[in-house]
């Protein structure tokens, strides 16, 4: 098969183009390099079977010859990055996601959307399921994100009701591994660079906010599994387990006997206090879940970052 993805330069991009690859179908990767980064994708230089083209899908894109597959990733998913560039995000959510959804109807080929669990805000009902509209702040700092997403998602609706492409839609819970950006604002690679490079631990409020953490393998499986689905409505992928933010250092400093001290900070705007998916669907429709255990994934995540960071840690 002949794949285009955008954000293919991105975390999760790259790791699905490794994916796709493998399996021996053809990858165009589009990516503007606002947040992704060609490292990434630099040990696929020369692949016979993948195309890197540097492009910003808020443009009409043309591709010649057939397509089969169109996957919208990209966007900027981090909080520092979508907060820097609100309208970009903004953006990316709206007029990108129409360009892709319009190559996906130009070829009659299907079109994966991947959204994100911002969609549920600060959600009163937990865990989430897919068919929870959310608690969302349409006009706080963090509604450039979320509202992209949801726009996206509505979107790729239409284009499935007018046009019958044939979509489907991931919401995306946390996710974590090799080639997250070391600087980028999120709990994992923050954590982990603190404690590569000696510094205290930043908790955000109290810590007793819970998150749940899915291995990028495992969340790039599921991906490909709903991609091949006939399920039109949105998934969520995400690992169940949850814990609290706390836990969560502590497992950190456990299993990099670090007894680095934590620092605590305001709570972010919006930020929400309770994050766990419902993946019943996705048992159900997908025969998917995810199976890496966290301290597995984590190994993985500190050996990528352990020589990125500008010094290692004394108690290491």
């Given at each position: ?14 790791h ?24 990434n ?22 591709i ?24 970009e995000?903004?953006?990316s ?5 129409r ?8 070829k ?74 070391l ?65 969560f ?22 930020d ?7 993946i ?6 997908l ?18 970052f ?11």
């Open positions: 098969m002949r794949y285009v993805m955008s954000g293919a330069a991105g975390f999760i991009g790259s699905m183009c490794d994916w796709l690859l493998k399996e021996g179908h053809t990858v165009i990767a589009l990516d503007n390099l606002i947040t992704g980064s060609t490292e994708l630099e040990h696929l230089r020369g692949h016979e079977q993948f195309e890197f083209r540097r492009f910003d899908v808020t443009n009409p894109i043309t010649e010859g057939t397509v089969d597959g169109v996957m919208h990733l990209a966007s900027l998913a981090s909080p520092k990055d979508y907060l820097n560039h609100p309208i995000t903004l953006e959510g709206s007029t990108a996601t360009n892709m959804l319009e190559l996906a109807r130009e009659n080929s299907r079109f994966l959307l991947t959204s994100t669990s911002e969609c549920y805000g600060d959600p009163l009902e937990h865990p989430q399921k897919e068919t929870y509209w959310g608690n969302v702040n349409p006009v706080g700092m963090r509604s450039c994100y979320d509202e992209s997403k949801r726009y996206a998602e509505a979107l790729t609706m239409a284009y499935h009701r007018v046009h019958g492409v044939r979509s489907n839609i991931a919401r995306i819970f946390n996710t974590y591994g090799p080639r997250m950006q600087k980028d604002g999120r709990v994992v690679p923050a954590f982990l660079d603190q404690v590569l490079t000696g510094q205290p631990m930043t908790v955000y409020g109290d810590g007793k906010q819970t998150r749940s953490f899915c291995y990028v393998s495992d969340l790039v499986r599921g991906l490909v599994l709903l991609s091949r689905s006939e399920e039109r409505y949105p998934v969520n992928l995400g690992n169940p387990r949850e814990m609290t933010i706390l836990e250092a502590e497992a950190i400093q456990k299993l990099m006997g670090s007894e680095a001290r934590l620092r605590y900070e305001p709570l972010p705007e919006d929400p206090k309770r994050r766990r998916p419902d019943t669907k996705a048992k159900q429709v025969g998917w879940e995810p199976s890496v255990p966290l301290e597995e994934g984590l190994r993985e995540t500190i050996e990528y352990r020589p990125r960071t500008l010094q290692t840690s004394p108690t290491l």
